[in-house]
């Protein structure tokens, strides 16, 4: 048989996928959440192969198990579990098989199992919050060293001849470690996805979708032929970074719309639960019973369930494109569990309250991961622009300073001789040194830019266009900072000559 084949595959330690804490809590609520119907122990496994965590294939593992090799559940769930590389999940097939063999109600040693899971996910993402805000700082500290070394590499040129290989390597180098602090924060942040595939989302992530393919690529074209037209530098940048700002508003409006969503949600479940309970009526009768004034952010969307539900459109339909189109990945997969619950005899009200703990606690999180994430976006927004500043502030002097050299050089070839050999280095650049230098500084500017925008994203965790933003932001500031750093450098220098 084609299953029994496939087996040996679940005999290794490494077939089987890692296990997070997240993926925990979810499959012990939608596993809690279906054993309230008061299914058979053998439904309650076949139904837990098939959620959407990596924890389904440990329990599809039992099944093969059970189905074919003849075990029983407890001797199938201590087998896989000796198996497991994920400790959690190692220790919960452990202590499952021993309430399977005491004969403990399942349903009640889930929902045991569950609340105390919440507990482990908060401290396990808690614990990389605080790893977050320890990286996050440091992120700081290296883009300020790469800003440095150009800065020092544009001095030095002013003393000693210019090496652009030299320049080049060292530029390299600090963009990779900038690229690497970056990629740091993406590894520590918690790992979650809170935002459905934009096709398939809310409207507004459909519409910054849309402008996504035609604005991103539009501004970067148009940044570069308006250098190329001979538009000065901090122009080009303000007039892209403008074109590229209504992506990143509709993504921002976007996300935050969707954190309202899910807030709501989790008093949306225990209502809509309650009330279908306390009025014995079906979901769709008690949604036309309860009051949608409470959830202002939702109830456009559950209107829309509502119509499909009393056009008499599949339910299961209904419900899955309710969370599909709140734009919400957790809404999106707590709405199957909730729907596929109650559809199989469980309690409206048990079921609702289930996943609204669930839900509760996962916006919680995900409130302090926004509080982290808006101080460090402000913090690194701010730092870019004194980088900025500081980098078109240093090749300003030198190419102000080099313009007064040049006016003091003797113009004729025996006073030039009689010069100090050594006073001839200083300060003299030609038109090409002083071009590649302003390349570099651009090229920096921008480089650390991205970077920047990337760590605040991966930070943030949410709707990934909104990086349009944080770019965009970051670029009109550097093109404000090529704007007005020049002329002052010009007046401070004419003033103290």
């Not at 098939?50 to 599809?60: H, L, P, T, V």
């Not at 501004?219 to 940048?237: R, Y």
Request: with cysteine; hydrophobic share 45%.
């Amino acid at each position: 048989m084609s299953s029994s084949k496939s087996l040996p595959k679940h005999a290794s330690k490494n077939s089987f996928k890692l296990v997070t804490a997240f993926d925990m809590f979810y499959q012990l609520t939608y596993m809690s959440a279906m054993a309230a119907a008061g299914i058979s122990r053998a439904k309650i496994f076949e139904i837990a192969a098939q959620s959407k965590s990596n924890a389904a294939e440990y329990f599809a593992a039992v099944n093969t198990l059970v189905d074919e090799f003849r075990y029983d559940y407890a001797e199938a769930c201590r087998s896989i579990g000796l198996q497991s590389k994920s400790e959690n999940m190692k220790t919960f097939l452990l202590r499952l098989s021993d309430a399977l063999r005491s004969g403990e109600p399942l349903a009640e040693y889930l929902a045991r199992e569950a609340s105390v899971t919440s507990e482990d996910y908060e401290n396990s993402y808690e614990r990389d919050l605080e790893g977050l805000k320890q990286w996050s700082n440091a992120f700081s500290s290296l883009v300020m060293s790469v800003s440095l070394i150009i800065i020092i590499q544009i001095v030095s040129a002013m003393i000693y001849s210019l090496n652009p290989t030299m320049m080049m390597g060292l530029v390299i180098t600090g963009v990779f470690v900038a690229a690497f602090g970056a990629w740091i924060i993406m590894r520590s942040a918690p790992k979650e996805i809170m935002i459905v595939p934009a096709a398939q989302g809310s409207a507004e992530q459909q519409k910054a979708l849309s402008l996504s393919r035609m604005l991103i690529p539009g501004s970067i074209v148009l940044g570069v032929v308006l250098a190329a037209i001979g538009l000065p530098t901090s122009w080009s940048m303000m007039i892209s970074a403008a074109v590229l700002l209504p992506v990143g508003y509709i993504s921002m409006q976007s996300d935050k719309l969707v954190t309202k969503k899910d807030i709501e949600f989790s008093t949306f479940l225990r209502s809509l639960g309650g009330m279908a309970t306390s009025s014995g009526t079906t979901l769709k009768q008690a949604l036309t019973k309860i009051d949608l004034s409470s959830f202002p952010t939702l109830e456009p969307d559950i209107d829309r369930l509502s119509t499909r539900l009393r056009a008499l459109v599949e339910p299961t339909i209904c419900w899955h494109k309710f969370g599909l189109e709140s734009g919400s990945r957790l809404i999106s997969e707590v709405s199957d569990i909730f729907y596929g619950a109650v559809k199989i005899g469980g309690d409206p009200e048990r079921v609702g309250y289930l996943c609204s703990l669930f839900t509760a606690k996962t916006t919680q999180l995900r409130s302090k991961r926004r509080l982290t994430a808006g101080t460090f976006s402000g913090l690194a927004t701010v730092m870019q622009a004194v980088v900025t500043g500081l980098m078109i502030f240093v090749l300003s002097i030198v190419t102000n300073f080099a313009g007064m050299v040049e006016q003091l050089m003797p113009k004729n070839t025996d006073a030039l001789g009689s010069a100090p050999a050594a006073s001839l280095t200083i300060g003299q650049f030609s038109p090409g040194d002083l071009q590649f230098l302003g390349a570099l500084t651009l090229s920096m500017v921008l480089v650390l830019g991205i970077v920047s925008a990337a760590a605040m994203i991966f930070c943030d965790g949410g709707y990934k266009l909104k990086v349009t933003l944080y770019l965009a932001m970051i670029i009109f500031i550097s093109g404000v900072c090529f704007l007005v750093v020049p002329p002052m450098v010009a007046g401070i220098l004419s003033g103290a000559a």
